[in-house]
């Protein structure tokens, strides 16, 4: 989904860098690796990663303006992603699908186009191109949200830091 977007964002002219870490079998790997090179418009604003340590995470996250977490369909029903508060403490914008979104604990303080921003699904391709373009064109905005996101990492964090295991003890 994030690379058909991509690819009509820079037929478009759109100027952006996709920076991406790739993993994966070797049959998923040739498969996405034809996938961008489909299109040579997206190939020449391509870098790809290999796996990185976790310790690196951190600062590839802050090297981007924009990180997005699209999961669909996820088959674990109790499956928590941890990725968006990874993003949300870097302090870029985080685009989000709703499916990750219903998932954290921090669910009600998510605020779409405050935050972070939410595709409802990742399947709706002229939605996910729309706010895609809305970010790209609108740095400004973009770094605001990330910003806010920051700040919303920062107190859930803090809180859970707070936690005092004794507290849950009978």
Known sequence: DLLVALKQLSTE??????KNIVSGTKTGLLSYLGCLLD?????????????????????????CDIVCSLERDF????H?????REILASGSCLVCSKE???KQLFKDNMVDE????????PRDHVTLINKLRELLNDREKTKTIGKHGFYLSESFE???ADI???DFLC
């Open 13 to 18: 002219g759109c100027e952006f860098t996709f």
């Open 158 to 160: 803090s809180e859970l």
């Open 75 to 78: 088959p674990i029903i109790f």
């Open 114 to 121: 405050k935050n972070f921003v939410m595709i409802d699904d």
């Open 100 to 102: 990750i979104t219903d």
């Open 39 to 63: 299109c040579k418009q997206l190939a020449k604003r391509t870098i790809l990663l290999p796996p990185l340590p976790p310790w690196k995470i951190p600062s590839f996250l802050k090297s």
């Open 80 to 84: 928590t992603p941890l990725i968006p």
């Open 164 to 166: 005092k295991i004794e």
